[in-house]
C-alpha cells in the first residue's frame, strides 16, 4: 500500500485499466479462436475432397459413360445431367425470382398483404429439401407433365413423366426464396436518395427501377443468383423423387432431354456411396470432387463477376 | 405546355431582365398529414416567377414539406395526405389530370445530400435529356457543355466528363446535380437545405450560381441559413410548427419582421 495516494485512487485506476486489458485480451482470444474454427474445417473439407477426389479426375473420367454396372468408367452423363438441370431451373427461377423482389420492394404498397407473402417467402426458405422433393412429385410428376404429355399426344410413352423438367421445376421452387431474398436486400442497398433524384428529374418509376436500381443492385443480385445455382447442383432430395435416376444407358438427345429422366452429381454419389459397397473408392470422391468444383466455380464466378461490376462502376 | 415552352423560349431572348414577375405558384390552403401528425396547417403563399424565395424555419417546421408539394415528391410516401390547392400558371398540381412525370419536368429539385448517379459526369447530365427522349449524341453534348457551364462547373470537369461523378468533391457533385436538373430545362428549381452538407467555400459557389439562375429560372429554397436566405433570395417565408408566419421581402423580413416569432427566431433567441 503506497500512503502517499488518497485511499483508494491510484489504486482503484490501476486495477480497473488492468481488469480492462485483460478482458481484452479474453475477447481477442475468444474472436481469434472462433475464426480459426471456421477455417480449420474448411480447410480440412476442401483439402481431403482433393487429395482424395483429385487422383480420379482425368479425360476418360469426365467424358465417357459409366461402366461395368457404374463399377468403372467415367461420369459423363451425370455431370450433363447435373448442368442441365442447374441452366433450366435458374431459366425459371431467375426471372421470376428477380421481378417478385422487385415487385414487392419498389412496388407493392406496404402493408399487412406484402408483409404476409415476405414471412411465407422465409418460411419457405426453411421448408426441408425432401418436402420440396414430394411437392413437387405430387404436383409435377403426378399432375402436370402428364397432363402436358396427354396434351401433346405423346402419353403413350409411359413412365417419363418423372423427368428434367419435373426436377428443375421442383428445384425453381426451392431456390426461389432464396433469389428472391437476396435480390430484395440488393435493392435495398441502392441509396433512396438515387431512386429521389430521378423521379425528381421526371423519370417513371419503371424508369427509375430500369435505369437506376437495377444496375445498381446487379452485383448484389448475381451474388444472390450465384448461391442458389450452387444450392440447385448440390441439392438430392428434390430430385429423387421427380426425375433423377439411377442409371442411363445413354444421354437423351438434347431436344428431348427435358422430358426425359437424367443423371445428377449428388444422387450419383449417394446411390455409388450406399447402394453399391463394391464400387471403387476413387469413382466417389472423384464425383464429390467434380461437384465441389462446379459449386464453388459457380460462387467464384458469382464473386468475381461482382467485383468487376464493382470496379467498373467506381472508376 | 407550348405556351409554358414559348414562355422559357421568351424568357431566355429578352436575357438576363427578370420581366416577367408574375405569380408561379399560388398556393392556398395547403394542408399536409403524414398519418396523424399535421405537417402543413393551411399554408397561403405567392411564390414569384424569376426570383429566388426562400423558406426559413427551425427543424420539423414543414418547410421541406411544402417544397416537396410543389413537385409532389410528397407522393412517394406512404400515408400522406394533402388538401388545399397548389396553382402553378393557375392549373393544380394535385389536379387528377395533371401527370407528375410532367410537372416534375417542369419543377425541377436539388436534394440536401449531393447525390450524383454513380454513372459518369457526362451520364449524370444527359440522364434527364435521354430520359425524355433526346438522344443523339451532339445534341447530348451540347446540353452537357451549355448545362455545365450555367452551373460554373464547366472548366472543372471538361476534361473528365467520361470520369465517374462520384470521383468529384461533395461541392462539385451539388454543382453536378444542379445542373443535371438544369439540363431537362425546368421552369422551377426548388433546392431543400442544397448547403447543409458542404463546406463554406463550396456553399458559397452555390449561392452564386443561385444569384444566376433567377435570372431563367423560378427558384425556391429551403434554408437552415438565415445569412443564406439573406444574401440569395428577393422573398423570405418563415414556417413555424407547420405554419407559415410570415412572408415578404427578403429586406422586411430581416429588418422589420412583423411578427415576434419571426423575430426571435431571426435574432437567434430559438431555434
Not at chain 1, 165 to 171: E, K
Not at chain 2, 93 to 101: G, K
Amino acid at each position: 500500500m503506497n500512503a502517499n495516494l488518497p485511499p483508494g485512487t491510484g489504486w482503484v485506476a490501476a486495477q480497473s485499466g488492468r481488469r480492462a486489458r485483460r478482458a481484452q485480451t479474453i475477447a481477442f482470444a475468444a474472436l481469434g479462436a472462433s475464426a480459426l474454427a471456421i477455417v480449420v474445417p474448411a480447410v480440412l473439407f476442401v483439402g481431403f475432397v482433393v487429395v482424395r477426389g483429385a487422383p480420379a479426375i482425368n479425360w476418360e473420367f469426365l467424358t465417357t459413360m459409366p461402366r461395368d454396372n457404374m463399377r468403372a468408367g467415367g461420369i459423363m452423363p451425370v455431370i450433363i445431367g447435373s448442368l442441365y438441370l442447374v441452366a433450366v431451373t435458374m431459366a425459371m427461377a431467375a426471372p421470376v425470382g428477380v421481378l417478385a423482389a422487385v415487385y414487392l420492394s419498389e412496388y407493392a404498397r406496404k402493408g399487412p398483404l406484402v408483409r404476409a407473402i415476405r414471412i411465407a417467402i422465409l418460411n419457405l426458405a426453411g421448408v426441408p429439401s425432401i418436402v420440396y422433393g414430394l411437392f413437387g412429385m405430387g404436383l409435377f410428376v403426378m399432375v402436370i407433365i402428364p397432363e402436358v404429355l396427354r396434351l401433346t399426344g405423346r402419353d403413350g410413352e409411359s413412365g417419363k413423366s418423372a423427368c428434367l423438367l419435373a426436377a428443375a421445376a421442383t428445384m425453381a421452387v426451392l431456390v426461389l426464396p432464396l433469389v428472391v431474398a437476396t435480390t430484395e436486400e440488393a435493392l435495398r442497398q441502392v441509396p433512396q436518395g438515387l431512386r429521389a433524384a430521378s423521379l425528381a428529374l421526371g423519370a417513371t418509376r419503371w424508369q427509375t427501377i430500369w435505369r437506376i436500381v437495377l444496375p445498381n443492385a446487379l452485383p448484389g443480385i448475381l451474388t444472390g443468383l450465384m448461391l442458389a445455382v450452387g444450392r440447385a447442383a448440390g441439392e438430392t432430395a428434390p430430385i429423387l423423387l421427380t426425375g433423377a435416376f439411377f442409371w442411363m444407358s445413354h444421354l437423351p438427345k438434347p431436344t428431348e432431354a427435358l422430358l426425359q429422366p437424367f443423371m445428377a452429381l449428388p444422387f450419383h454419389l449417394f446411390t455409388i456411396s450406399t447402394q453399391m459397397p463394391d464400387a471403387p473408392e476413387r469413382l466417389r470422391w472423384g464425383t464429390a470432387f467434380v461437384l465441389i468444383v462446379l459449386v464453388v466455380g459457380a460462387n467464384s464466378a458469382g464473386i468475381a463477376l461482382r467485383s468487376w461490376l464493382r470496379r467498373r462502376k467506381k472508376v | 405546355m407550348a405556351v409554358a415552352s414559348e414562355q422559357i423560349d421568351g424568357r431566355r431572348a429578352t436575357g438576363p431582365a427578370p420581366s416577367c414577375r408574375c405569380t408561379k405558384f399560388d398556393v392556398r390552403g395547403l394542408t399536409v398529414h403524414y398519418g396523424h401528425f399535421q405537417a402543413l396547417k393551411a399554408v397561403d403563399i405567392e411564390v414569384g416567377s424569376c426570383e429566388v424565395t426562400a423558406l426559413i424555419g427551425p427543424s420539423g417546421c414543414g418547410k421541406s414539406t411544402f417544397l416537396r408539394c410543389l413537385n409532389r415528391m410528397n407522393d412517394v410516401i406512404d400515408g400522406v395526405r394533402v388538401e388545399g390547392q397548389v396553382l402553378m400558371d393557375g392549373q393544380d398540381v394535385y389536379d387528377r389530370r395533371v401527370d407528375v412525370v410532367d410537372l416534375r419536368k417542369r419543377v425541377g429539385m436539388v436534394f440536401q445530400q449531393p447525390n450524383p448517379f454513380p454513372m459518369s459526369i457526362f451520364d449524370n447530365v444527359a440522364y434527364g435529356p435521354r430520359l425524355h427522349g433526346t438522344r443523339r449524341m451532339p445534341e447530348l453534348e451540347d446540353i452537357v457543355e451549355r448545362t455545365l457551364r450555367e452551373a460554373a462547373l464547366w472548366d472543372e470537369v471538361k476534361d473528365k466528363l467520361r470520369q465517374s461523378a462520384l470521383a468529384l468533391s461533395g461541392g462539385q457533385q451539388q454543382r453536378l446535380c444542379i445542373a443535371r436538373v438544369m439540363a431537362v430545362q425546368p421552369e422551377v428549381i426548388l433546392m431543400d437545405e442544397p448547403c447543409s452538407a458542404l463546406d463554406p467555400n463550396a456553399t458559397f459557389r452555390i449561392e452564386e450560381l443561385m444569384l444566376s439562375l433567377r435570372e431563367n429560372y423560378t427558384v425556391v429554397i429551403v434554408t437552415h441559413n438565415m445569412y443564406q436566405a439573406a444574401r440569395c433570395s428577393q422573398k423570405t417565408g418563415f414556417f413555424l410548427l407547420g405554419e407559415l408566419i410570415e412572408f415578404g421581402d427578403t429586406e422586411q423580413v430581416f429588418q422589420a419582421p412583423a411578427d415576434r416569432r419571426t423575430e426571435d427566431y431571426i435574432r437567434g433567441r430559438f431555434g
